[in-house]
């Protein structure tokens, strides 16, 4: 069963710290990861993906993946009240399968 | 920006009978995925389709559940005989050629069971 862990949270963070959401998998053959924002009662809507080892940053989001480690994390600067929401992380496994595998998400909690 | 739209948003159903649920998946993509997220669960996969075809599916997707792209631009599942565990939200997705891309989601079809 290939699995992907995510604490729950809350993540509590006041307004304009660094959120940082993180992630492990249990496939090492996966390739490619995928955070997605969800609000309550709405449909995920992608933040980021990254396929390489290292970070790859978009505005204020910076993802970092560590192959090696089976991790990756989702760093989100300058947080604001509107981030507040469930992060998804989400991984797809190697061989040519499209199935994406989430885990149950970290709520996030931006306090102002 | 293109979207994936999904209908209805909200589907109440007796149990026992049988939904069909609407998927317009964003025009360009390839590959067309449908997903279940049960209420305070995670969000589960339940089959992907490609090239007028089942590509991949779960456990999940069963006798019970098929999918159809019935012409050029729609994409559905069909449940036959509804069960209460059936009720969650149910998301399309669709990802354009290429084995890496990412998936982007539908608004989903909110799916109760009585």
């Known amino acids: 069963q290939k699995e992907v862990e995510q604490n729950s949270g809350p993540l509590s963070v006041p307004e304009g710290a660094i959120a940082s959401l993180n992630c492990t998998y249990s496939?090492?053959?996966?390739?490619?990861f995928f955070w997605y924002r969800q609000y309550s009662g709405k449909s995920p809507e992608l933040i980021m993906f990254?396929?390489?080892?290292g970070d790859k940053e978009d505005g204020r989001f910076t993802a970092q993946l560590n192959k090696a480690s089976q991790y990756v994390s989702l760093l989100i600067r300058d947080s604001q009240p509107s981030d507040s929401a469930t992060y998804l992380c989400?991984?797809?496994?190697?061989?040519?399968?499209?199935?994406?595998?989430f885990g149950t998400g970290t709520k996030l909690q931006v306090i102002p | 920006e293109p979207e994936v739209t999904q209908t209805p948003s909200h589907q109440v159903t007796q149990m026992g009978q049988e939904v069909i649920l609407r998927c317009v998946p964003i025009?360009?993509?390839?590959?067309f995925y449908w997903y279940r997220q049960i209420l305070g669960q995670k969000v589960e996969f339940l089959v992907s389709f490609y090239n007028n075809e089942i590509s991949e599916k779960s456990e999940i997707f069963d006798d019970q559940f098929s999918v159809e792209r019935p012409d050029g631009s729609n994409f559905t599942l069909k449940i036959r005989s509804t069960k209460l565990e059936d009720s969650a939200m149910y998301f399309c997705a669709s990802s354009s050629q290429g084995p890496n891309q990412p998936q982007h989601f539908g608004d989903g079809t909110r799916l109760s069971i009585l």
């Open positions: 025009s360009n993509h390839l590959y």
């Open positions: 989400a991984v797809k496994a190697s061989g040519g399968y499209q199935k994406v595998t």
């Open positions: 496939d090492r053959g996966s390739q490619s």
């Open positions: 990254i396929y390489s080892n």
